[in-house]
């Protein structure tokens, strides 16, 4: 670690490993509830366990992005942060109101949730992925802006680096598409529209150059391949991301009310949006082979190529399955969806943020540049549970999906909940892909803390 | 070390050749969906282009051509020293491309005025898009040629290294390439 400040990116990798681990588990009940419909009724209600899981997964990457930029922008803008003591008010101020926000969703029903927090004077609730009360939205507004604020004052006063800088645009990217979340028109059509802007121009857009930073970063100090070489992919894949990803938040208006020519521009657009992420995966690879140096962190190398590739996949081939309009006139909503969701989420982000701990932290611990032997072996084996867990969940689900298009949308003789009780198998197998998926996960933390100096694991 | 970019295939810059071809990908889908669109609905598809003026898309071919044609012509003019003449064939294309623009700029909102838009039916939806996507593909361009013809004045390119100027040259190029397909496939094709 080369700056003090950014020893500040612990508590954030922390926070997000314990948020993942708690969106883990509500992701496993849910799962059962799926095959098992009383399972802990009516304390976690099904809505309130899916609320929960995906609401995690937004909040625990959102403190993996922090952390990362909190540990990257010191080092790429060749200064301490600009304020230490901001990026601990910002860590506490988000970590307390979202477990107030989990609290709130645990333990009323929703509709009271949204009565105790007002939700009347501005209504923002109600949506699927953006649930959390407004006054939730307006703290995680303040957080992300003086976030902003801190970082960019740092990267403005330091060296300016196409890494840092492409990070920074994803950031603000992300705010300021956050901001679509508090509109709210009652036109349900508008309403649908606006909120893709949140949901999409993330995931597809702006989240795809955090992605890009980030493995940029790690592939630059793993490998000690140029800059120069590595600043042309990552103009290309941010050029690429934009080009297809904008145009393509059409695939999901193909259905929702608006004019017919979206099914071309949302087809055609978001039919090369696995550009980019393969291009990533091409990046990782190409800057793996013309490598310098064997870094000795090779959980953190094995970690970026396997985001590059997950994501490929996840997001990249199993979004594609599904993104042409006359395709998606089949797919729309079924287990399929939720077999990309999963994948790309897992590949893409989760993923990028496993990496950028798996480099930072022996850093972080001052073990120097790497953990020692057993601890990298232990945070592989991690890798390959949670990876190969995460495929056969995508499998399974794909599996049920093909199956419910079959049963529910061409065939469709039988009604939704029949066919459900015929998918079990598949939801079983889900299951128990999930708890591999869970174990994997318990062993990257259980190596994050066992890890050793090298020299002191070999004197031991 | 290259001394001379003629040594080196191909000439420019890779990155912007793999953006070209992504451009070129994502023109060659609508060209592909525009030919089957036409075979299941070909009556739309003839009364469409009975909506079209063939001699303004041919007006638009010239102005593109020529101005593909000056560019590269720039282009080895640089490469023989002959900055002024280069600079001269930039700024000449660079007015041709604001002549298409024009042009085709009146084309659009003419379109417009008399009635049709987006959601006519699928042929217009086509026509416009495919048109406006190729249209703010020329203003790129037509930007990058003026960053080209302010570099060669300034005398960015007298030390061999034509990678820049060949870059902005290919893209260009795709530009008109996108159009020959275009103006024949959506205007003429009976």
Not at chain 1, 157 to 171: D, M, P
Request: charged share 10%; net charge neutral.
């Amino acid at each position: 670690m080369k700056y003090a400040s950014q020893a500040v990116a612990k508590p954030y990798f922390l926070a997000a490993m314990g948020l993942f681990v708690a969106q883990i588990l509500f992701g496993l009940i849910m799962g059962l509830q799926y095959v098992w419909g009383d399972f802990l009724f009516p304390q976690i209600p099904f809505n309130t366990a899916r609320m929960v899981h995906t609401n995690l997964l937004i909040v625990w990457l959102l403190f993996g992005f922090m952390g990362a930029a909190h540990y990257l922008i010191p080092e790429e803008a060749q200064r301490e942060l600009y304020s230490v003591k901001l990026a601990k008010i910002t860590f506490w101020v988000f970590l307390i109101a979202g477990a107030l926000t989990i609290v709130g969703y645990l333990a009323m029903p929703y509709a009271r949730l949204a009565e105790v927090t007002g939700n009347s004077l501005w209504p923002t609730m109600g949506r699927e992925f953006l649930e959390m009360p407004t006054i939730t939205k307006i703290g995680i507004v303040v957080v992300i802006l003086a976030f902003i604020f801190n970082i960019g004052i740092t990267v403005l006063a330091g060296r300016k680096t196409v890494v840092n800088v492409i990070l920074i645009t994803g950031l603000v990217g992300l705010a300021v598409m956050f901001l679509f979340s508090f509109y709210n028109p009652s036109n349900l059509v508008l309403d649908k529209f606006f909120w893709w802007w949140v949901v999409h121009l993330w995931v597809e857009g702006v989240w795809e150059l955090i992605m890009a930073s980030l493995l940029a970063y790690v592939l630059i100090k793993t490998t000690g391949v140029d800059r120069e070489v590595v600043d042309k992919w990552l103009y290309l894949i941010v050029a690429m991301a934009l080009i297809t990803g904008i145009l393509g938040t059409g695939h999901h208006y193909f259905w929702i009310g608006t004019p017919n020519y979206w099914q071309w521009v949302g087809s055609i657009f978001s039919a090369l949006e696995p550009i980019p992420f393969f291009l990533m995966t091409i990046f990782a690879f190409n800057m793996v082979n013309k490598r310098r140096r064997d870094h000795p962190n090779k959980a953190a190398v094995l970690w970026a190529m396997g985001t590059a590739v997950m994501a490929f996949l996840g997001a990249g081939v199993w979004g594609f399955l599904h993104t042409l309009a006359p395709i998606n006139y089949y797919t729309h909503g079924t287990q399929l969806t939720a077999a990309h969701g999963h994948m790309a989420f897992y590949g893409a982000y989760a993923m990028i943020v496993l990496t950028i701990i798996s480099y930072a932290w022996p850093h972080l611990r001052g073990h120097g540049e790497a953990n020692d032997q057993r601890s990298q072996v232990l945070e592989m084996w991690s890798f390959w549970l949670m990876t190969v867990g995460m495929v056969f969940i995508t499998l399974f689900l794909t599996g049920a999906g093909i199956l419910q298009i079959w049963m529910q949308r061409i065939d469709g003789t039988e009604t939704f909940m029949v066919i459900q009780d015929k998918l079990a198998v598949f939801y079983w197998l889900r299951e128990g892909a999930g708890t591999v998926f869970i174990i994997g996960l318990l062993l990257y933390i259980v190596a994050m803390f066992i890890a050793k100096k090298p020299a002191e694991a070999e004197a031991s | 070390m290259l001394v001379s970019s003629k040594l080196k295939y191909p000439r420019g810059d890779l990155a912007v050749w793999a953006f070209i071809y992504a451009e070129l990908l994502v023109f060659s889908l609508f060209f592909v969906g525009y030919a089957f669109a036409r075979m299941l609905h070909p009556a739309e598809f003839a009364a469409g282009q009975q909506t079209l003026n063939p001699v303004l898309g041919l007006v638009n071919t010239v102005f593109l051509l020529t101005s593909g044609w000056l560019v590269a012509a720039a282009v080895l003019a640089c490469e023989s020293g002959s900055r002024s003449l280069a600079l001269k064939k930039l700024v000449v294309a660079t007015l041709l491309g604001l002549a298409f623009l024009a042009v085709k700029g009146y084309e659009i909102g003419h379109h417009f005025a008399v009635g049709y838009d987006l959601d006519t039916n699928t042929f217009h939806f086509l026509y416009l898009f495919m048109g406006s996507f190729h249209f703010m593909h020329v203003v790129l361009g037509a930007g990058v040629l003026v960053i080209l013809a302010v570099k060669v004045n300034r005398g960015d390119y007298s030390n061999g290294e034509l990678r820049g100027l060949e870059s902005g040259a290919a893209y260009w190029h795709m530009v008109d390439i996108v159009w020959m397909i275009l103006f024949p496939l959506v205007y003429l094709m009976r």
